[in-house]
């Protein structure tokens, strides 16, 4: 299901966008049964409580749609300012959330990766991102990472 990166192609262009700075987060697990679980777990105690909700143009995204439904309720119970957007979300909707995140009204962007593959839009004012689990194809991580405001932009 995963594509095999070509010679770490996307990770070379990142760097070419002006992005020299990535973490990635292993979070391990005993079986598959637990891996959303685990997953949801490392998101919540390791990455937003102690960094995740200061962010401004905090772009997320969800690799499934049942991963974007958890993460949106768990954001609503925070009271986190966001907007969310998933492939069958109206074009009214889609541009009210893209207008709100660019302006910085909404400090957060949840999407799933679905949307980001059949609608092809090119999601601006994102300062950070957060993938949500492995991208399913190479072409979303180069597209979003693309999108993202490097340093010099960000003023």
């Known amino acids: 299901k995963l594509a095999a990166f070509a010679e770490g192609a996307p ?7 002006g992005i020299s700075r990535q973490f990635f987060l292993h979070t391990p697990c005993e079986s598959l049964a637990q891996q959303s679980d685990r997953l949801f777990e490392t998101f919540e105690t390791r990455y937003w409580r102690p960094l995740g909700s200061s962010l401004e143009g905090l772009l997320v995204v969800a690799t499934t749609y049942y991963n974007f439904l958890r993460l949106r309720r768990f954001l609503r119970e925070e009271g986190a300012s966001f907007s969310s957007i998933f492939e069958y979300s109206t074009p009214k909707a889609v541009g009210h959330a893209r207008q709100h995140f660019f ?17 092809r839009f090119r999601l601006k004012g ?3 991102v957060l993938f949500y689990g492995v991208p399913q194809t190479a072409e979303i991580y180069e597209e979003v990472l693309g999108a993202v405001r490097v340093p010099s932009q960000c003023n």
């Open 126 to 128: 994102a300062n950070y």
């Open 11 to 17: 990770l070379r262009e990142a760097t070419a966008f």
């Open 103 to 119: 302006q910085n009204e909404r400090r957060l962007l949840l999407v799933t990766e679905r949307f980001l593959w059949y609608r």
